[in-house]
């Protein structure tokens, strides 16, 4: 293959249902923390580090990990991920302390990166008018995981205990690894030299494109704000006037599958109405939702309404930021996205912190003030650097 010129859309199709697969495996345990909590009898503050590991795990596989996809072989890197992420969530299932469930998580969120070795993969080698549109197709096959997997571990947790969840989840990877090994073609390395000098290149793209550093930083802020809500849904629906478990936590997640349908047609305007505004766009979007969740959130309808407008403004804000960054060096794409996804999931991780930190002092208007101080930095960073980072 050759970049630019074009990949079948059946093949982009087919990497959409296997990232969102893969980053599934994030997100299983937000409906199922106060299953964990209760079943391993740990604190509300100490299980709410379980989605903080797999987010800093995330974070440095995006680090060691995506780079690698310009100077080795794809398939060989993914499949590696797979056979331990395999091993990973089983270690999760049989977990019978903090320390094991914790460590299991780690794993887990460091090998489930196979998305983010797709989406550069695509940017490369898509005909360039088909590029944003692409992307948007594997972001979304990204976010209907991302969100269908609250459902199913919703469900799953309540019909048949939250431990099953993680071995369904083992299967579904080893069936992906065996698709994977027949579908996913073989692409020639476009860096040469050591893993120590890809590395070191990474610091080098950031000197050389410094918009990269603004675009990744303000959407990993953003990102922070949005996860403070799904890292403290589950306690608020258990509580009054609600009285609710996993089940309903996962029905209030098929409310996001707005935002996933959101991505798929956005990419097609961001030439038009250009990144900034519709960074300004998406910003403003969880604002309003933060706002909408302050005052509404012992009704259902306020909840519904606040995670519907999240979820659009968020990817409205990721696939604007990641497809400016990809696009400024196509021949390192694997590195500028990994660039972008280590601000993104950083700043997701210190949101499920902050969010979980605040919920333990203040409750729900706890997690609502972290979400909305993140979203509030996040537009001040993009303001302070509009003519720095340029």
Known sequence: MKPNEGINSKLVMLLAVMAGVSVANLYYCQPLLNMIREDMELTEFL?????VSTQIGYALGLLFIIPMGDLYNRKTTIL?????????????AFAQNAAMLLAGAFV???????????MPFVSQYARPEEKERKVGFILSGLLCGILGSRVVSGY???LFGWRSMYIIAAVMIVASALVLMKAFPYVEPTFKGKFSNLMSSILKLCKQYPSALRYSIRAGITFGSFLCLWACLAFRVKEAPFFQGSDVVGLLSICGIAGALTASNAGKYISRIGVERMNIIGASLILLAWLTLAFTHNHYIGLIAGIIIIDIGMQCVQLSNQSATLKLCGE??????TIYMVCYFIGGSIGTFAAGA?????GWQGTVLAGISLISIAAIFSCVTKNNLR
């Open 47 to 51: 299980v709410n580090f379980m989605p």
């Open 332 to 337: 390192a794409s694997s590195r500028m996205n």
């Open 80 to 92: 590696t991920c797979f056979s331990l992420l395999v091993a990973s969530l089983l270690c999760i």
């Open 358 to 362: 605040l919920w333990s002092l203040m």
């Open 108 to 118: 887990t969120g460091f090998c489930s990166v196979a998305p983010q070795v797709f």
């Open 156 to 158: 799953v947790g309540h």
